[in-house]
């Protein structure tokens, strides 16, 4: 079974530059959750995809975007990049509709922006 | 809103001591309970789950128990090891059919030989 895979695992960007980041679901899973990790902070929940629609949004401006491809991998892109956007980002997969609400992350792509 | 507030850190415990880490937890409805640990270099790992009131979830030594009446859901283990020094995130979620999880701020955990 292949776990949750991300890319890429770190990267430096400047201010006001766009970024890309891509995930790929475990086997098997179908929905697909983006977190941001600020150093020393708990994951904070941005976006579920799931059917490749948005599902669920948290507290994120519309400068985060996202994707979900029909084999339900997906993309993470953040347009005018701010300083306060350096962080862990997480993906996690599951199945929708199943189980008690547990994900499984990646190692997740850190970004730093200079 | 869901939160979740774990206790401070970072702890620092010799080995074989016993281990406590708080969380406390508000939410609307019945949420599932979570705990989430980091090792260095690592993605988040589920250590253990509850998904009622009175349910235990234990892991590997690690037990938590979900607790209704004091909206708790502490992390317990009897012995710790040098390994199991790494961050532990408490964690609700899995209720009103979502997946979103709502995570504490994480306590840092070291354990010296």
């Known amino acids: 079974e292949t776990g949750v895979t991300q890319s890429p695992t770190h990267l430096i960007k400047t201010r006001g530059q766009q970024v890309t980041l891509r995930c790929s679901s475990q086997s098997g899973h179908n929905t697909v959750s983006w977190y941001q990790q600020a150093l020393g902070q708990g994951p904070q929940f941005i976006f579920q995809?799931?059917?490749?629609?948005e599902n669920g949004r948290g507290n994120f401006p519309p400068r985060f975007s996202g994707l979900q491809f029909p084999n339900y991998s997906s993309e993470l892109n953040v347009n005018a990049l701010e300083l306060d956007d350096s962080a862990l980002y997480l993906c996690a997969s599951s199945v929708w509709g199943v189980g008690t609400g547990e994900l499984f992350f990646g190692e997740g792509s850190r970004l730093t922006v200079l | 809103g869901d939160s979740v507030t774990q206790m401070e850190g970072p702890v620092t415990l010799s080995e074989e001591a016993f281990l406590t880490i708080n969380c406390t937890y508000t939410?609307?409805?019945?949420?599932?309970l979570f705990w989430y640990v980091q090792y260095p270099g690592e993605g988040l790992q589920l250590l253990l789950k509850?998904?009622?009131?009175?349910d235990k979830g234990s892991n590997k030594g690690f037990e938590a128990t979900y607790r209704k009446e004091t909206t708790s859901f502490h992390l317990e283990k009897g012995s710790v090891q040098v390994s199991d020094s790494a961050v532990y995130f408490c964690?609700?979620?899995?209720?009103?059919?979502?997946?979103?999880?709502?995570f504490g701020q994480g306590t840092r955990l070291t354990i010296n030989p």
């Open positions: 995809y799931y059917r490749e629609e």
């Open positions: 939410a609307t409805g019945y949420p599932s």
């Open positions: 964690a609700l979620g899995g209720f009103r059919g979502a997946q979103k999880l709502v």
């Open positions: 509850a998904t009622k009131a009175d």
